[in-house]
């Protein structure tokens, strides 16, 4: 298949990567242009504008990092859009709220254009390893026909629903990454006070009702080991936080527990953690608490 | 051994169950007379009075409901330490917080009396099975003294710390059962009102970040299975979750998310919800937000 | 002066109307062009597009309800900034976040047009009777220069600073109306459940420390009178806790309580209150809490 | 009147000093005994324990810090209780929560002895001054029985209800003192993030929806004053928050707001600012978010 990717940050680098070894032919586009030279070197077309990468591709992909930044690549005399014609597919990875991803297929429908929204999981490893989660919305045909594509960049490929389901499944799973890992964070502050072993505690705690993956992710490399470098770096997380409350008020459902979470997070943000694992929030609350 | 129990509940009557069928000579108390029948047909000593059932046990149990109501069977005239000697122990299987595990423990110490904490997790289901959870604090001698008698309770009994961690680590797994739990129906409130596959969401979320074991308690059986009579009922978590609270005011550490998470099964109590299962906290956000 | 007016809601239409009974030559746009008809009759020109109406005013009124709308009025073909040259006036009466003032007004330097943000304060009556508070951000020569418009339309004219002061400005009070409302609401539940005398705790708490505007605002006429048509409707305030949450994201502020506060509004939102007087809150908060 | 009073605090004793101003028999008794000398210059009798205090007292006062102090004054062999008979009155301007007034009251009611829970406002400047504010609970009768002593220690003297109202009324005013105050902190911290002049945010907000006492108190003096030392210091307020949630837990209210700005107190008095002035909460929040 011919490729079209735009966006080559951390996750869209290697994404690109593996779908270039996947023996497609691709063509990528990226703002800051330099970062298009290793692919270009792996033999990678590269384009000077949007428009200009999506021109004659079967597939147009994007993974750039908030709506604002999506439409900037989408809109305008030099965006994809002004270079896609009826019967290509744009694929969305970017992580954006399901209104976004909506409005953006509705603009694609009426030119024939199929848009999924397929937000990835899995990390920079992931991607590096083209190990991703990816969970797509849209039309079921053209999930099927991009199979090949998402087999270069992901494992676990799941279509989940219609326009913008991708996007709500990704930001319903970031609700449950950012108040899990706040009650995480917020129980072991608590228990250092508590003078408790935090060992025992963790040993006790993943066999109990309380368990949960972030408990796992969180308390041996990070609340214990004291590593907040790399991974998933906080300010992403509160940006995923904003587009899920953005979605929660789109569908007029209440979200108690990721407003107050978000708020404990941008206290961490705002005392400089912001590129810190997203772990780093401890920090933020045990000085908040007088203990470091 | 010999042994009182007194505390004849929901978790207290099973325990006391599995006590006699291993052996040991048991003298139980309860409130409500009636309610020692069942155990007395078994072989039990029945008593009138705390303080008469902890006369001359090796080790004397309690297990209510509330601090108000341990206080209620310890102290007083009738009550159990009225009964009690140095040389005996007193298990205290109650979920209460630590400042109560703690006061208790310093007023027998005087007295040449070791208390352990060791508040239970794992259900009625476990506590007639005899495989619950026990978390103990208190003195290593004492905590090893009493294993018999713990081997007829439970299957998992971890000795975590000094007098009041075994209250402490049982409300911090609260704590993450409180908020987790909290979370996922806030999740699952706003997938329903988005319209999405429920089953193929949990599908997806339970191999994600967000994976938590309150997810797949709550899911399948009750958010989408609509079931939400028996198993841990929402009064309880609430009691639970202003324990911890309790015990956060007393750590001098915040909880900003069970602060909220408490007012929002609050609400579901408020509407009637009390006695159901837990997770019937969601027909209350249901109905608050328009949708039944 | 030649002023346009484009949008005539509840606020923009008598705003309008002493606007041409100052005096002024006025040239009126609206979307549903059945409003101008009243404007009409005493007088006013009728536009069929915004960038008509803005042609060759001295002064270009807008007075919309979000951000979108504003954007929808001033950009395109059709729109307002299609018809200013370099030395007409911008004056935005809409409630925004500051970003969004901040944007226009720097899309206009440009063209050499000022801008002034100046939200107002009053309700439907204070726009009836020409007695607003406007608060106006901008420069100051261009707020000197629109002097006897605002008179037209306010009493108490307070200039607060640079583009976007005004917007923020508003905005702030706005976060303590939400705040202090909700807070009596939560107040006042509790009263009734308490069994209180509502009348006479009105009359204590109104010479206490816990006195405001918003508790004078909603106990007598609205809490203790049960009447919540008319006045400041629910779903503008969730509105404009909105874009003061969003004006706290871009402040990089936490805004703890004014986000679980929009969160408490919006489950009254929820439950079809949006358009009964915002102190209607109190009957979601009753029904939630069991009391009707 | 003969008068006895215990409790000798900050707030006790200018409001002893004052009933022996009146031309009161007074017998006070506080638990650190120097602090009774400057009232036994005066003229006041000394006792040794409570009940001696209270034995032969027309009115008994007291005036301790939370329910566990009250209850250590009142109950025991030394305590007032064992001192009071039939006929006698208890005044208890502490300010505790109204299920602990009830209980003392009920406690008292079968003994003969009136109670009345009569919680003060107004600092230790009202209390020197004689014009605190009384909000008085318990029997109609009761209360014009004890005017003349009222009248020594306040000036707004209001019976709001029966035993407990006095208590709910206090706890109120804090619940909209506490909310309010928070809301007012969180809006000035983003607005000198944004920039704004503090002093014209503060005319305009005095004259507009957002006023409220909290606003006028906070903002002069401490949040632009930047003076934090002397008044009503943060770990009373939390304090006060404390037994508002537990009146709500009782009331079987919710109180979203009062539950999460008790934990943002919480964290500024976790920095060590519990001494300080209530408003010096904002002294944690621009610490938390960078500022200082």
Tied chains: 1, 2, 3, 4.
Excluded at 162 to 177: D, E, R, Y
Excluded at 220 to 227: E, N
Aim: net charge negative; proline share 4%; with cysteine.
């Amino acid at each position: 298949m011919k490729i079209a990717f735009i966006g080559l940050g951390n996750m869209g680098a290697p994404m690109a990567r593996n779908i270039l070894a996947a023996g497609h032919e691709l063509t990528v586009y990226n703002r800051t242009a330099s970062k298009m030279e290793p692919l270009a070197r792996l033999g990678a077309h590269t384009a000077s504008t949007p428009r200009a990468a999506a021109t004659g591709a079967d597939v147009v992909c994007t993974c750039v990092s908030v709506p604002a930044a999506l439409w900037a690549v989408a809109e305008g005399p030099d965006g994809l859009l002004a270079g896609m014609t009826a019967g290509q597919t744009l694929v969305d990875f970017s992580t954006v709220d399901p209104g976004t991803s909506q409005r953006l297929a509705e603009m694609c429908a009426t030119r024939g254009i199929d848009v999924l929204d397929a937000p990835v999981s899995g990390g920079t490893a992931g991607a590096a390893e083209g190990t991703l989660t990816v969970v797509v919305g849209g039309a079921k045909e053209a999930f099927e026909r991009v199979g090949p594509l998402m087999a270069a960049v992901g494992k676990n490929i799941v279509h989940v629903g219609g326009p913008g389901a991708g996007s709500t499944f990704k930001l319903i799973n970031q609700i449950l990454v950012g108040v899990n890992l706040a009650g995480v964070l917020e129980a072991f502050v608590l228990a250092r006070k508590a003078g408790l072993d935090l060992n025992v505690l963790y040993d006790v705690l993943r066999t109990s009702a309380g368990n949960s993956n972030m408990l796992n992710y969180a308390v041996p490399d990070h609340v214990i080991g004291r590593d907040f470098d790399g991974g998933f770096v906080l300010k992403l997380l509160i940006k995923d936080l904003d587009l899920a409350l953005q979605m929660g008020k789109d569908a007029h459902a209440t979200l108690f527990l990721p407003a107050v979470a978000r708020q404990l997070y941008e206290q961490a943000n705002l005392l400089g953690l912001g590129d810190k694992n997203m772990t780093a929030a401890i920090l933020a609350m045990e000085q908040l608490q007088g203990m470091s």
